[in-house]
């Protein structure tokens, strides 16, 4: 996916040629299948039609993955789930070049479709590109540039597409995801935290093809029906640029060597605690205030943002967001007799969450664990170092 500022200027003012053009019997129709970035919005790759027909001078890339970051209010639509992109073009070198430069590999499939089909799916573009029909509300796993574009050669064919699911296996949104987004990252960790309930749903094999590479392997192995025998919908695919590999080497700042340093710190600082007898009230606002400004976030992807696959989000049994506000109140010395039930709460909330969590109805991040315990070693102990104060006082 690309910016609006990458593209800069919209196919129908870019193309004029486009509006009425006819396209030749020489004219190919591709799908282009671009793999995955480092950029966040590039994780899951990108899918794109070429229109190519060297006697009429034609050779463009239909694009439904363009948005600006630049629009008003952009960052508040994007974590609302309301951001719109929109169906833009750009000539063929011009989409190769900023893929080379990105250093991401950009695969071919020709169609294997009829001179009146090509016609129609190129009308279809341009039609779909005009000002008053290009805009879309993104949806990530329903309505993206991969699927607008599944649809489109659907559509082109009259629907006589057969695919091969025989070899189709059983994945939820979130095992999808989990292919795609690195596992060891910030970002990675933040978006498998933030996907709910919904994200565990068992997927379809059309609906896999929100993922540009399921689209592109599923057309691999399609068939069209021709007066009622299957030829293949694609020709074999070819590779227009290999993107060099990119180790991922380790690093000190991942998520799970930060989470488990944390894990570590809250547990050898709580031994020593409880040896001393003497609490460390800054460490219950660490922990606190850290899980709960955690919550906050995912409470506002659960409760207002509109995104798909937010809603119903069970981290909060363990990240609440009151867990902010309590660690501000347990500061306060004449607070703290009166907050204990709410360490209770914690405690039981947070153990029964992990002597549960294989059996409810949504998959968790490993690194929850470390950081529910570290909640449970605060609750804990803090109980039992305040127990032993007012049994001492007795």
Not at 30 to 46: K, M, N, Q, V
Not at 109 to 131: G, H, R, T
């Amino acid at each position: 996916m690309k910016t609006l500022a990458l593209l800069a200027i919209f196919l129908l003012i870019l193309f004029p040629k486009a509006y009425s053009a006819q396209l030749s019997p020489e004219s190919q129709i591709s799908l282009l299948t671009c793999a995955p970035g480092d950029e966040i919005y590039s994780y899951f790759g990108h899918s794109a039609i070429r229109i190519n027909d060297p006697q009429s001078g034609i050779d463009f890339v239909f694009n439904y993955g363009v948005f600006s970051f630049g629009a008003p209010h952009f960052a508040w639509r994007f974590a609302m789930g309301e951001t719109d992109y929109i169906l833009a073009g750009e000539r063929m070198p011009s989409f190769m070049a900023s893929y080379r430069e990105e250093q991401r590999s950009v695969y071919e499939q020709v169609l294997n479709i009829s001179q009146s089909e090509k016609q129609s799916l190129f009308d279809a573009l341009i039609e779909n590109a005009k000002e008053e029909n290009r805009v879309y509300r993104y949806r990530h796993f329903s309505d993206n540039c991969s699927t607008r574009v599944r649809d489109q050669l659907e559509k082109c064919v009259n629907h006589q597409i057969q695919y091969d699911i025989s070899k189709d296996t059983k994945k939820s949104f979130r095992d999808l995801v989990d292919e795609c987004v690195p596992g060891n990252s910030w970002n990675g960790f933040g978006i498998k935290l933030a996907l709910g309930i919904p994200a565990d749903r068992i997927t379809t094999y059309s609906q896999k093809m929100f993922l540009p590479d399921y689209l592109m392997n599923s057309m691999a192995n399609a068939k069209l029906m021709r007066d009622g025998a299957g030829v293949p919908f694609a020709l074999p695919r070819t590779t227009l640029f290999e993107a060099k590999p990119i180790p991922s080497g380790f690093s000190l700042t991942s998520p799970a060597v930060v989470v488990n340093l944390f894990f570590l710190i809250v547990g050898v600082f709580t031994f020593i605690e409880f040896r001393r007898k003497k609490r460390m009230f800054w460490l219950d606002f660490l922990v606190f205030f850290s899980t709960g400004f955690a919550g906050i976030l995912l409470s506002f992807l659960c409760f207002i943002s509109i995104s798909e696959a937010t809603g119903w989000n069970l981290n909060l049994v363990w990240a609440l967001p009151t867990h902010f506000i309590f660690a501000f109140l347990w500061l306060v010395p004449a607070l703290q007799p009166k907050l204990e039930w709410y360490l209770k709460f914690t405690a039981g909330s947070v153990l029964l969450f992990l002597v549960t969590m294989i059996f409810l109805p949504q998959t968790f991040h490993w690194l929850v664990v470390p950081l529910c315990l570290s909640i449970l070693m605060r609750s804990f102990s803090s109980l039992k170092l305040s127990f032993f104060e007012k049994k001492n006082i007795a």
